[in-house]
């Protein structure tokens, strides 16, 4: 069933963050992988996954919680980054299939992370900027969030907004919006 070109990877990822700067020796990590499966083919949206993975090198703050709705209680049962790489490439074929995420923060923060750690980078070089194609797509001028995106496209946000799972699912709508427009690139572009 796995036909990797008709097959992608949605991915948006929640980090530590805090209101200001970072708290010294503490870096922004990668808390929650949103993960949605979409069939371009048949233009759905097939599996919905959450990782959580526990920061080694920080604490969730009071404004990351506020704005995830994340905790540091929950993000300690999650399982480190270094297993939640291995869990995308051998669960969710992140090597094979290509992937997108709204923005390029999310792979940019993979590449830091991975290369910080000397983690494996769990993805191939097949990823596409949504947020970028939406933007042309629409001849907008400014690249708009994710909120802003669905709404444009007359789109709902379905559950919590800044909660990588939910972002996932809709980004995977506004993929799919794309794909009936004929403007989803056929080739991912890095």
Same mark, same amino acid.
């Not at 993960?35 to 959580?52: K, M, N, P």
């Not at 939640?84 to 709204?102: D, G, M, N, Q, V």
């Given at each position: 069933?796995?036909?990797?070109?008709?097959?992608?990877? /949605? /991915?948006?990822?929640?980090?530590?963050?805090?209101?200001? &700067?970072?708290?010294?020796?503490? /870096?922004? @990590?990668? +808390?929650? +992988?949103? %993960?949605?499966? $979409?069939?371009?083919?048949?233009? &759905?949206? %097939?599996?919905?996954?959450?990782?959580? /993975?526990?920061?080694?090198?920080?604490?969730?703050?009071?404004?990351?919680? @506020?704005?995830?709705?994340?905790?540091?209680? =929950? $993000?300690?049962?999650?399982?480190?980054?270094?297993?939640?790489?291995?869990?995308?490439?051998?669960?969710?074929?992140?090597?094979?299939?290509?992937?997108?995420?709204?923005?390029?923060?999310?792979?940019?923060?993979?590449?830091?992370?991975?290369?910080?750690?000397?983690?494996?980078?769990?993805?191939?070089?097949?990823?596409?900027?949504?947020?970028?194609?939406?933007? =042309?797509?629409?001849?907008?001028?400014?690249?708009?969030?994710?909120?802003?995106?669905?709404?444009?496209?007359?789109?709902?946000? =379905? !559950?919590?907004?800044?909660?990588? =799972?939910?972002?996932?699912?809709? +980004?995977?709508?506004?993929?799919?919006? %794309?794909?009936?427009?004929?403007?989803?690139? !056929?080739?991912?572009?890095?």
């Amino acid at each position: 069933m796995d036909n990797s070109t008709e097959l992608l990877n /949605v /991915v948006d990822v929640e980090a530590t963050c805090w209101e200001g &700067r970072p708290p010294p020796g503490q /870096v922004s @990590e990668i +808390i929650e +992988i949103g %993960l949605t499966v $979409v069939d371009l083919a048949a233009g &759905r949206r %097939l599996e919905r996954h959450r990782i959580l /993975v526990r920061p080694a090198r920080s604490t969730v703050s009071a404004f990351c919680t @506020e704005l995830t709705g994340l905790t540091q209680e =929950e $993000v300690d049962t999650g399982v480190s980054f270094a297993d939640a790489c291995r869990l995308l490439a051998a669960e969710h074929r992140a090597a094979e299939r290509p992937w997108a995420s709204w923005g390029d923060y999310d792979r940019k923060q993979f590449l830091r992370q991975c290369s910080a750690t000397g983690t494996p980078y769990p993805f191939g070089g097949r990823h596409t900027n949504a947020k970028a194609v939406f933007t =042309e797509a629409h001849g907008l001028r400014r690249k708009p969030g994710m909120a802003q995106a669905l709404a444009f496209a007359g789109l709902p946000l =379905e !559950d919590r907004h800044h909660r990588g =799972e939910d972002d996932a699912w809709n +980004i995977a709508a506004l993929v799919l919006h %794309l794909v009936q427009r004929g403007a989803w690139p !056929d080739s991912p572009q890095w």
